[in-house]
């Protein structure tokens, strides 16, 4: 196909490159009102199509909305300089008034229109010579494509561990999230004695050798030794030795020492994990921190950290992990859904207790806001893996599990 012609869409980004990078056009014109003069908007399409590796001509038509009788012959008079068998509109995103337009130019113009239909997965022929017909599309975009459409850049995640070092973790994630779920209380006692005993001080080697009793500002901390056969048991310590008056251990690797020393981290891992091997998502990514302006910004913008993000087709879960929850995590996850997600983003709140029952006004406000919770029993990875498959159904009826699951 040579051209296409698309309607800019200032509220849903991602619609103005499903047309293009479908289709592959060797030309794409964007009609669009006096917004479309900001080099932001231009420039987050520029950045994605770079990024997705497509090249195409652009061109940029700025109309009046004020009369949809013009913006036809506008788009009449354009539609004279191509060949109109070579050329196409996609009305999926812009202005109503924008679609009014193509409707009046239809009635005379046999020019093809398309329409994405996100429950087919598909664009359909909706007038023109092809009305009826079903064009798939195969949407997959990267974390660092969906944040550079939306005009924002991804600066890193994982912790900044590298995927390498996660994919240790992994296995790791299930068996300690039920160590510290089981008893938060005996975990929150072993991070205070492991942050003192893994220090370089009691590092000999490979190997820690820490007093059973240590004596700190806030008082003596006890080697918690019911944790310590555990985290043994499970692979995540690799040697304990212990008598009297000491404790020795060596770490199944160098990295999993900081993760040990932290709770909500394995909430965040043990999602991720969960959301992997669900088979729902084509990626997903944890403690993603994103810059709210490219590059390009004149002043440094502000930055966020998302801790899940999971991306299915055009939909995308932000999964905000808390230990204790806050109106003030609830506005966050809010603001960074709204800004960088699709119309098919959905926010997550995950907690450990169940916050409807230990702070149903905080339950309730998520309500108001549109944002789901995952915490307390629904972290049981039966439940877990239905409650993600119901989420992605809101933009894909079609979505199952790749795991047994009975």
């Known amino acids: 196909m040579l051209t296409l012609i698309e309607l800019f869409d200032c509220q849903e980004p991602v619609f103005n490159l499903l047309g293009p990078l479908t289709l592959k056009p060797v030309r794409t014109v964007y009609f669009g009102d006096s917004r479309l003069q900001s080099k932001a908007y231009r420039n987050s399409v520029v950045r994605t199509l770079r990024l997705c590796d497509f090249n195409t001509e652009l061109a940029w038509e700025i109309c009046s909305f004020r009369n949809p009788g013009r913006i036809t012959l506008r788009l009449a008079s354009f539609l004279k300089t191509c060949d109109v068998k070579n050329c196409m509109i996609d009305i999926t995103g812009g202005e109503d008034i924008l679609m009014l337009a193509v409707g009046i130019l239809c009635a005379v113009s046999p020019v093809n229109v398309i329409l994405y239909k996100p429950e087919l997965s598909s664009f359909i022929y909706v007038c023109g010579p092809l009305t009826g017909r079903k064009l798939p599309v195969r949407a997959q975009f990267s974390l660092t494509q969906m944040f550079a459409m939306a005009g924002g ?9 590298d995927e390498d070092c996660i994919a240790k973790l992994m296995p790791f994630s299930s068996p300690v999230f039920s160590l510290i779920t089981k008893d938060q209380g005996k975990w929150n006692c072993f991070m205070r004695y492991f942050q003192q005993a893994s220090k370089e001080t009691y590092r000999n080697g490979p190997e820690y050798v820490a007093p059973m009793q240590i004596f700190t500002g806030q008082g003596m901390l006890r080697c918690p030794l019911e944790v310590f056969f555990s985290l043994r048991e499970i692979g995540a310590i690799a040697d304990l030795r212990l008598n009297l008056h000491e404790c020795a251990f060596t770490l199944a690797f160098p990295e999993i020492r900081r993760y040990l020393a932290d709770a ?135 979505a199952t599990l790749a795991v047994n699951n009975s």
């Open 153 to 161: 850049k991804v600066l890193r995640n994982g912790h900044g561990s």
């Open 264 to 398: 909500g981290v394995w909430l965040e891992l043990y999602l991720c994990n969960a959301m992997r091997k669900s088979g729902l998502f084509e990626s997903v990514s944890t403690s993603v921190v994103v810059r709210w302006e490219n590059d390009d910004a004149p002043v440094r913008a502000p930055e966020n950290e998302v801790d899940v993000i999971g991306l299915s087709g055009i939909g995308q879960l932000f999964i905000s992990c808390k230990l204790n929850p806050d109106v003030h995590a609830l506005n966050e996850l809010a603001a960074v859904t709204s800004h960088f997600g699709s119309c098919y983003a959905v926010p997550v709140l995950a907690a450990m207790r169940d916050v409807r029952k230990t702070n149903p006004a905080l339950a309730l406000r998520a309500a108001e806001m549109g944002i789901r919770l995952i915490c307390g029993e629904e972290l049981k990875e039966k439940i877990l893996m239905d409650r993600l498959c119901g989420l992605v159904r809101q933009w894909n009826p079609s």
